[in-house]
């Protein structure tokens, strides 16, 4: 069973950039796809991006291409989530999911694709 635990999350001004990390232990394997998700107040739960562990390949919510960039470092298990030119509505609690895929598949973007979940860490941008 993989644990995941996210950080790095914090208050920035509108502009500014944050860099998220999902540390994760206990059953991670090539097959790994991790996702990024998001959830802001009153809203549901909306894809990022994800990441496959073995090679790196990544997939972007289209309006986060070009602002967010997911990579991975697989000698310290951690994914991380590179924020820039962050905006108002890009406050929310952030999450990473992980799921295992046996092919070369990476297009998961729904909440219920992954079964396994991060407590998630809140992102807050002041205008």
């Known amino acids: 069973q993989v644990q995941l635990i996210e950080s790095g999350g914090g208050l920035v001004q509108a502009g500014g950039s944050l860099r998220l990390s999902c540390v994760a232990s206990?059953?991670?394997?090539?097959?790994?796809?991790v996702g990024w998700f998001r959830q802001a107040p009153g809203k549901e739960r909306e894809f990022v991006a994800t990441?496959?562990?073995?090679?790196?390949?990544?997939y972007y919510e289209d309006s986060m291409k070009g602002r967010f960039t997911v990579s991975r470092d697989n000698a310290k298990n951690t994914v991380y989530l590179q924020m820039n030119s962050l905006k108002p509505e890009d406050t929310a609690v952030y999450y990473c999911?992980?799921?295992?895929?046996?092919?070369?598949?990476?297009?998961?973007?729904?909440?219920?694709?992954?079964?396994?979940w991060g407590q998630g860490t809140q992102v807050t941008v002041s205008s």
């Open positions: 990441i496959t562990w073995i090679d790196g390949r990544t």
């Open positions: 206990g059953g991670i394997f090539s097959s790994t796809i």
């Open positions: 999911a992980a799921r295992y895929s046996s092919g070369s598949n990476n297009y998961f973007v729904r909440t219920y694709d992954y079964p396994y």
